[in-house]
Antibody, heavy 116, light 110 residues
Framework: EVQLVESGGGLVQPGGSLRLSCAASGLIFSDFGMSWVRQFPGKGLEWVANIKKDGSEKYYVGSVKGRFTISRDNAKNSLYLQMNNLRAEDTALYYC?????????WGLGTLVTVSS | QSVLTQPPSVSATPGQNVTISCSGRSSNIGNNYVSWYQQFPGTAPQLLIYENDKRPSVIPDRFSGSKSGTSATLGITGLQTGDEADYYCGTWDSSLSAGVFGGGTKLTVL
């Protein structure tokens, strides 16, 4: 059974940083591109970033370019999202998802709240 | 404002059939596969349709997907009260080099 478990969310002040992690199991992690998708409170989904299976290519939504960095460690079956210079509008539930363009499996999400 | 356009809500009665539209442009739906997701309150989204019209094995055949030009459609036949949820379309946008979603459609089964 595929499991994706996010961690690392929390309350952070504007301008602060957080590093999200996603631990994957039940799949050959290195066979799949991976993505982060966020959901704003009470609202819809927004794709954030993806990374190819070997980490060779990464893409980001415009609003996070230069502030967020996606990475992975295939030896540890883990996906990461380094978030710097956080803004109030980054407040959301962040999901880890299997796939680069279509998302067959999702974690339960980790909540990021940016507030002073 | 989402890149892909969905109706905010649709409603129907049990047993009826319903469709949810998703409109985009050539850079996204027109040249990329479309996926559809179902989300119940307080839970993570679930993949319903991928590559425009393919269903994961766990998804019943009451759910179907289609694409024509720059629009896609999710169809649900024989509506059940358990289908009441939010539905999102998603695809890749080749101009943006980014994933994009519709704003979501709330399905109410009256």
């Amino acid at each position: 059974e595929v499991q994706l478990v996010e961690s690392g969310g929390g309350l952070v002040q504007p301008g602060g940083s957080l590093r999200l992690s996603c631990a994957a199991s039940g799949l050959i992690f290195s066979d799949f591109g991976m993505s982060w998708v966020r959901q704003f409170p009470g609202k819809g989904l927004e794709w954030v970033a993806n990374i190819k299976k070997d980490g060779s290519e990464k893409y980001y939504v415009g609003s996070v370019k230069g502030r967020f960095t996606i990475s992975r460690d295939n030896a540890k079956n883990s996906l990461y999202l380094q978030m710097n210079n956080l803004r109030a509008e980054d407040t959301a539930l962040y999901y880890c998802a299997r796939g680069a363009k279509s998302f067959a499996y999702w974690g339960l999400g980790t909540l990021v709240t940016v507030s002073s | 404002q989402s890149v892909l356009t969905q109706p905010p809500s649709v409603s129907a009665t049990p047993g009826q059939n319903v469709t949810i539209s998703c409109s985009g442009r050539s850079s996204n739906i027109g040249n990329n596969y479309v996926s559809w997701y179902q989300q119940f309150p307080g839970t993570a989204p679930q993949l319903l349709i991928y590559e425009n019209d393919k269903r994961p094995s766990v998804i019943p055949d009451r759910f179907s997907g289609s694409k024509s030009g720059t629009s896609a459609t999710l169809g649900i036949t024989g509506l059940q009260t358990g289908d009441e949820a939010d539905y999102y379309c998603g695809t890749w946008d080749s101009s943006l080099s980014a994933g994009v979603f519709g704003g979501g459609t709330k399905l109410t089964v009256l």
